[in-house]
Structures are given as C-alpha cells and as structure tokens.
C-alpha cells in the first residue's frame, strides 16, 4: 500500500477517503461525491473535484469531456511564480557570489595601497608585475584582467582550479592552483536564500515536490550561469616574445563548476523554500528516516554550532595577529584565506594534522616530499597559542553536546533504537571526509613538447581526520547522553534558546518525532483518516481544523521532546471493516506542539519603520559625531602654525619612528641609501635625541623657519627646520617641512661592503645591501643616533670581526670617513679541519698495509713482498694544520702542515734467506713522520677537504 505523505493532493485539494480501505459508503452508478476545497491560486476562485468509486478520474463538469493529458500533480500547481522565483533566485546566487570576490579583491587592493609607499596606483603596479612574468603588454589589456577576475575568481568557489595555459612554437606549459573562495560562496548563498524568501512571500508550495522542482530550477540557473560566466571572462592573449608567437589563457572553468554550484543553490533554495510550504503532515521520507535514525534531520545543528563557536574566535584571533604581524596587505586580504585558514586551525586543534606534500618530475633530483603537520609540531606555533586552540576546540565540543542534548532528547524511543548511538559519529565520519575535500589547496604544473615536466602540492586535512571526527562525534554522544541533562536547565534562557533554535523549527522537528513514534502501521492508518486531521489549506496557521482530534500527539511532553513511549492517543473511526487508525500528527495542528512557546505577535510594519528611521538617525548622528572629533584632532594638531607640524617631526625622531619623519620630510635619497630609515633600526639606535624645545617661528609669507634646541648624549644644540605653505585647509594654511631646502636632522655615513656580502647587521636588524663580487662603497642618510653596523658571519667559520659604532650628532658634520671590514676565520676552522684530517688518519692506521692507498704514509718494501708480514700502524702523534687564503672572494682555502706527526709501524721480517729452510719470523718496527697539505671549501657550517696527492 502507498502512503501519501499528506492529507491532501498537490494542488492543495483534499482526498475522498477510499471506501474500501476507510469504511465509506461507495458510490453507485457513477454517481459523484463533490469536496469542495479552497486553494492559493491566484485567482482565489473555488475548485470542485469528484472521485468516482472506480478511481477513475469523473468529468470536471457536465457534458465535458477529460483532458487527454493530465501533467503530473506537482507540476499541475506551479503557476508563472513558481518558475520565475527560484530563476531569480539563481542569478541572485551567482551575482553575489560575483559581488563577494570584487569586495575581496577591492579589500586586498586597498591593504595593498595602505602597506605600499610608492606613489604609484595599485592597479599600475599589479599590471606591470603581470606584464614583467608572462610577457604581456598590459597597457592597453589590463582593464581586461580586472574586469575578468571576479568571475574567475567567483568559479574557484566552486572548488575549481584556475588555469593558466601558455603555448608556443608546439611548446606548451599549464599551471592550475585550487583555492576555494568561501566569502564569495557565503555571499552568493546568503544573496539566493535573501531573493527567494522575499520573491516568494504569500507564495504557497503545495508538496515537497514542488518545493525540490523549484530548488533545482534555482541550482540549474546558478550553475549555467557560472558556465557562461566563466567562459565569457576568460583571460586571453597573444603576444610575441623574443621572435616567437605566445599565447596565454586563463581560467577558472573546471568539470566541478556545474555540479557544485548546482547543489548550492538546489540546498539554498530549498532551504527559503521550506517556510513557504503548505503540506500539513510529514511525509514518509522524513518519518521514516526518524523513526530509523532518531535526530538525522537535526545532525547539521550541533555541528554547525560548533564550528561557529570555533570560528568567530578563531577567526578573529587570526585576522588580529595577521595584522599585527603581516600588516595591512595580508590582513585586508582575509576574505580570500581566512575562511580556509579557519578551518584547518579547527582540524588541527582537534588533534588531527594537517597533510603537505608535494611532486616533480623532469625537474633533475627533485622529488616529492611528504610532511604531516600538528598544531605543535616544530614549535611553529606559540605554546600559549596551541593551549588557547584546545581549549577552544574543547568548549566547541561541549556547546555541540548541549546542543545535540536539546534538539534530540533522550527518550524511551531513542534509547530503543541502536542505531541513535551511530547517528552523531558517523555524521561527523562524513564531515571528516568533506572536510579533506573542501580545506584543499593545491596546485598542479605540466610542461609538454620538447621537455616534459610536472609538478604539483597539496595541503589538506590528513587522511585519519574522519577517524579523530568520528572519535569526537562519540565523545559528543556521550555527552549529550549522560553530562549535558544535569545541567542543560541551568543555563540562561538566551543561551538555551540559542541552542534549541527556532520555535517554528522545534515545533516541526516535534511533529515529525511524534509522527516517528507512533509507527509505520499506525502512520499508514493515520493517512486512511487524514482528511479528518488535516486543517484546510485555506486554515490560518495556530488553529484547529474542523474534526481534528483534540490531541494529536498526547505523548508530547516539553517543547522538542518526544512522546513517552510509542502509544500516541489518536481519535478512533468506526471503519467498515472494524480495523482501528490513529491520526498523523499535523504542522497546522496546535494540539501536536501544544507546549511549545507562543509565537510571538509580529511587529506592525509602521512602527518597524519608525524604528529603523530613528535607528539611522541615531546612527548617523554619532558617526557625524565621531567624524567631527576626529577632523577637530587633526586640524588642533596641524593649522595653528607651523610650528606643530615641527614639533610632529622632533617628536617622531625622539621616539624613533624613522618612517614617520619620513612620511613628514621626505630625504630625497634613492631606496639603497634610506635602508637605515626603518623603525627598527633607528627605534635600536643608542644616544638618540632624549628631548626637544620649540623656541619660536619666523614666518615670511608661504616660507617659515622653526628654530629649535635639541638634546642628544647631554649636549643641546639649535637647529632650524625650514617649513613651507603651498595647499590650505579651509581656513588655515597647510604647513609642510621644505624638502628643498635640506632638513638639519638628516646625515649621512659610508660603509666598505666586503665581496659576496648581501647583508648588514645594524643595531641588531638585518639590512640587505647589494651583493657584488668587489668591495665597494655604500652609503646610508640617517638621523641623529648611534649605529652599530657589523657583518654577519655566513657561518662559524668565518668572521668579519666585531660592530663598528658611527656616532650621529644632530648638528654635526658628515662623516668623510667610511667603515670597513676584512674577512678572517675562526679557531673553529682549524680545529674542525684537524678532527676531520686526523679522523683520516686513524682510518688510514686501520688498514693492515704497508702501502695503503690515499694515506700521508707508507713503507716502501724492497726485496721479495713475502718476506713482509703482519703491518700495524699507530699514530703516535697527530699533525697540526694552519690555513690560509689569497683572496677575500674564494670559498677554497689552502692548508698545510705547521708541525709534522710522527706514525709507527710494526711488522714481522723474515730473516731466513734460505728458501729451503723454515722461515725465521723477528718482529720489526720503523716510524716516519706525517706532513699533509690540500684545500678546504667553506660552505656555512660545512667543511670540504681536498688532499694533495
């Protein structure tokens, strides 16, 4: 027997109950039974169907004949609406998912600007970079790459690569890498699930199948729409290069783009769809998979919520040390990796491990290399950081167990049914599995034609992360089982209902368990009677139908648990053949959630209105406010004179923010010779200016000189910082300090780079330098300080000496005379090259030869070799070594013996010359003395000997 999973058909009409199943009268010679039943149709005109005994369907009216063709129900009540709502919805879905890929690439632009000093735009910049690696003249091209980005990047969020595909002369190379983009999924999700809640308010969905047909239509637009999308936007271009013909492409375009993006919005729709749906009992799908599976169709929440408790915190933590640490460049840019960032924090914190790994071929020796990382592995990661990402992964547990507590009690079904314990783990398997999916990044190279090469990395959850998740779901389980209901009552009513959700969500989620418990018999007679415990489809939601049953449910105890044990009290028919049915609980019904708290009167639109008017008024009002503090600071600091903008500068320097003094008075110097103007290097610099004082200001029209005392190393000295006027600020004169007329605070000191150096070390910062095969000359503009400039040893063997310390005294002369450095080498050198040669020698002692082959030492035999038996060398005492080196470039340095060694031999003679005779063994010995000589190559921390033969 097939169950309908509601009381009424599709078009929203009720059923004539079968008289052979329900006890009724039949009918008799054709004779109709009319039910009249009110619809949503547009038209709002009432609707007459008659059901003949037969099953037959009878004539709509006298004398007409029925359609040849009866499309099916579900598809009999969708009307114009129906179609063009989730077709909207789709491309709202697709649109914003666009939209969020320009908010993030607008975000990674702006930090870019922020975080770079040139005066250069960020668009220019990027454009040049791209026109320097491929070789493309991005001049008049480059509006193309911006315009096309957001779509390509809107398609990696469907978890496919961009591709980069270049060919010439039969040559041709791909690259791809796969970085989903879940900002911009989250908006095209959040701007779908928006369009179709609002475009389908009054709209009624009759069954389910409407409601899927109309989420597929939804998910189909998405995808095509990508498709096109992707493909429209395709960056392509052809170029010449060194006399060949180049052609660049790229994109987004994958086999993944259309189904992923397809099940997005088809769960998106749903979703919106699902408030909007009028079908008044479950159907067997949701009850059987209840009754089999108690708490399934309420997995998701537990999980979500734990990952959001996870995440805000998580999140927020990441996104405020990438600015502190990062800056503003990768800190604007976390709508493109802090969701992924996110996630595999959340793998990794519940001790699973994070899998790298990596492939090449044709690439010479280079091969895969395969690493697992844990969130304490190497110390990459503070230890503070690692406890503060368990605990919070912890408390995430312990919400997803209150959670999991409220939304699937504890009940005698539950506890009946095994397979309730196998419910939350094995979603959370499934989770580990997705999750090793969708936290993938990777990237792929393939080179084809005269040379073939490939190579390709990956980062993912690793492979057990389905196994530590499905251990979690178990300890979740558990949990929810036995700790949570101790103390679940206890916490604050927001909090319990935010763990318990929506009271039209629990109510449903009660109506289905109820459903679940009374049985399959008992759902399969409950729909032999459901016209009577149905409400009308025109019935207002909260009201009882006519000959519903009192009590629908009566085993519903509390809101969202289930019924005692599995007898539900049902109103009893008298049917035909004597059998007894019970009603299937309703949606409509009241009685079926009678517990479950009152719905709340919606607010009057007037007064929602009003309010949200004086909220933007308020609103705007303090932002004005803010704005007008601000504006007040900065005009307080600037147009009173231009004494202040002095007084800004003096104080940059006192407090050691080079780059602020350079953002107030510009050096004029190329980037080589300002590499000393950083924050960190001067904020190190011993015997600073410790105080300043402003003493007055001479003014002549737009030219102004500030005279000052300044205080450096307990010696005050004047200074004047000449100042200029060429911009207003409304009322006031703008002063700025004249980078034309020299600035008294900036000097300058020369430094000799050795040969092959590339780096300072300057008040304890590393400052790159130049690299060149010669020494030279550099020369660095600086503020008044002291500077401790030293060069950093390659490694322990070498040394460039001690730091030389430049004193810069405000007001002083330049100084002339530059520092210089020779290279030397440690008493580490010597003594590691003499363990490394003596260890030679004790192996060469081990041979039993007299000649040993690549050993400072022999015994030349000279007679018959039998009579020479049984060679035994010892050192008796080890060489000592000295080096020395020709030139300041060479990594080969020259050794050789500055005290010889001495090595004994002992051996037996045979003294009998007589061949006849036995042979006379006497024991023998000689010494001789060990020189050597050779070079050594220093690289870092790794010595390598050559020998002279």
């Known amino acids: 027997m097939t169950m309908p999973s509601s009381a009424h058909d599709p078009a929203g009409e009720s059923r004539e109950p079968d008289p052979q199943h329900t006890g009724g009268a039949p009918a008799t010679g054709g004779t109709e039974h009319p039910e009249t039943s009110h619809t949503a149709a547009d038209d709002g005109a009432d609707r007459t169907r008659a059901i003949p005994s037969d099953g037959t ?191 660049l492409r790229i994109t987004a375009m994958g086999g993944l783009l259309f189904p992923v993006l397809f099940v997005v919005g088809l769960l998106t729709a749903a979703a919106a769809f699902n408030a909007r749906s009028t079908q008044t009992t479950p159907g067997r799908v949701v009850i059987g998979a209840e009754r089999t599976a108690p708490g399934l169709l309420q997995v998701l929440r537990p999980m979500a919520v734990q990952f959001a408790v996870f995440g805000s915190l998580a999140g927020l933590g990441l996104l405020i040390f990438v600015f502190i640490k990062l800056g503003a460049a990768a800190g604007f840019s976390a709508l493109l990796w802090l969701p992924l960032a996110v996630g595999w924090l959340f793998v990794a914190s519940l001790l699973s491990g994070l899998y790298t790994g990596g492939a090449a071929s044709g690439f010479g020796d280079l091969a895969g290399r395969h690493d697992v990382f844990y969130l304490w592995s190497d110390g990459t990661i503070p230890a503070w950081a690692v406890v503060l990402s368990i605990l919070l992964a912890v408390v995430s547990v312990v919400c997803a167990a209150l959670v999991w507590a409220h939304v699937r009690p504890v009940d005698q079904r539950v506890t009946r049914n095994p397979f309730s314990w196998a419910v939350l783990p094995l979603a959370y398997f499934v989770l580990g599995l997705l999750l090793m999916w969708l936290l993938r990044v990777s990237g792929t190279f393939l080179g084809e034609g005269s040379s073939t090469a490939s190579a390709g990395f990956s980062v993912r959850p690793a492979g057990w992360t389905c196994l530590v998740f499905l251990l979690w779901g178990v300890v979740i389980e558990l949990l929810a089982r036995f700790v949570a209901p101790a103390f679940m009552h206890s916490l604050p009513a927001p909090l319990t209902r935010a763990l318990r959700g929506s009271d039209r969500a629990r109510g449903r989620a009660a109506v289905v368990a109820s459903a679940a418990a009374m049985g399959g018999a008992g759902v399969a007679a409950a729909h032999r009677t459901a016209p009577h415990a149905s409400a009308p489809d025109d019935a207002v939601p909260g009201t009882t139908a006519p000959g519903a049953p009192a009590q629908a449910a009566a085993g519903t105890t509390s809101p969202g648990q289930y019924p005692a044990d599995e007898r539900v009290s049902a109103q009893r028919d008298v049917p035909a053949a004597g059998e007894q049915t019970r009603t299937l609980p309703s949606y409509d019904d009241p009685t079926s959630t009678a517990s479950m708290p009152v719905q709340r009167t919606p607010m009057d639109p007037a007064k929602k209105k009003r309010i949200r008017l004086v909220a933007i008024i308020v609103g705007a009002l303090v932002l004005l406010g803010v704005v007008a503090a601000v504006v007040f600071s900065i005009l307080s600091r600037t147009v009173f004179g231009p004494d202040n903008q002095a007084e800004e500068l003096l104080r940059s320097v006192q407090n050691g923010k080079a780059s602020a003094v350079t953002d107030t008075a510009n050096p004029n110097v190329n980037t080589a010779e300002r590499a000393l ?72 000191f020369s430094v000799e780079v050795p040969a092959g150096v590339g780096e300072l070390t300057v008040n304890d910062q590393k400052v790159a330098v130049d690299q060149q095969n010669d020494t030279r000359t550099q020369q660095f503009t600086v503020l008044p300080g002291d500077y401790a400039v030293g060069v950093a040893s390659p490694g322990k063997y070498v040394t460039y000496g001690g730091n030389q310390v430049a004193e810069i005294r405000a007001g002083a002369q330049s100084m002339e005379s530059s520092m210089s450095f020779s290279r030397s080498f440690t008493p580490a050198l010597e003594q590691d090259l003499t363990k490394q040669l003596n260890a030679t020698l004790d192996q060469c002692a081990q041979k039993a030869e007299f000649e040993p082959q690549g050993c400072p030492f022999e015994y030349s035999i000279f007679g018959d070799k039998k009579d020479y038996r049984n060679p035994s060398w010892t050192i008796e005492r080890y060489p000592t070594y000295s080096v020395s080196s020709s030139s300041e470039t060479s990594d080969e340095i020259s050794y050789s013996t500055s005290r010889s060694g001495e090595v004994r031999l002992d051996y037996q003679y045979n003294e009998e010359y007589d061949d006849d005779e036995p042979a006379d063994w006497k024991d023998k010995d000689t010494t001789s003395s060990i020189y050597g000589s050779g070079t050594v190559t220093v690289s870092g921390d790794k010595l390598t000997v050559k020998t002279n033969d």
């Not at 047909?213 to 939804?218: D, G, I, Y």
């Not at 924050?679 to 007055?696: C, F, L």
């Not at 000052?708 to 006027?725: E, F, L, R, Y």
């Not at 300090?737 to 300058?748: A, C, E, I, K, M």
């Open 57 to 247: 369907t009878a004539p709509t009216s006298a004398g007409t004949a029925a359609p040849a063709y009866t499309p099916p129900a579900a598809l009999a009540s969708m009307t114009g609406r129906h179609w063009w709502v989730p077709v909207v919805a789709g491309l709202g879905g697709y649109a914003g998912t666009v939209i969020g890929s320009i908010i993030a690439l607008l975000l990674s632009a702006l930090g870019l600007a922020i975080s770079n000093d040139s005066s250069s735009g960020v668009t220019e910049q990027l454009n040049d970079q791209l026109g320097d690696a491929v070789g493309v003249d991005t001049e008049t091209s480059g509006w193309s790459w911006i315009v096309s980005a957001p779509f390509q990047l809107a398609a990696m969020a469907a978890l496919v690569p961009l591709r980069a595909i270049i060919s010439a002369d039969g040559d041709s190379a791909s690259g791809g890498i796969t970085v989903p983009q879940y900002f911009a999924l989250a908006c095209g999700i959040a701007a779908a699930w928006f369009l179709a809640r609002k475009l389908s308010a009054g709209l009624r969905v009759e069954t389910r199948a409407v409601q899927w047909v109309m989420a597929a239509l939804s998910g189909v637009t998405w995808g095509l729409l990508a498709l096109i999308g992707t493909v429209l936007t395709a960056l392509q271009s052809d170029t010449t290069m060194f006399y060949t013909d180049v052609r």
């Open 677 to 748: 103007l950083t924050d960190g290097v001067y904020g190190a610099a011993q015997n600073r200016i410790s105080s300043y004082e402003v003493k007055d200001t001479d003014i002549n029209g737009d030219h102004a000189t500030v005279h000052a005392n300044v205080t450096q190393d307990g010696v005050t000295t004047p200074v004047d910082v000449p100042m200029v006027s060429d911009s207003r600020n409304g009322l006031f004169k703008s002063w700025r300090v004249d980078d034309s007329s020299g600035n008294p605070l900036y000097q300058t």
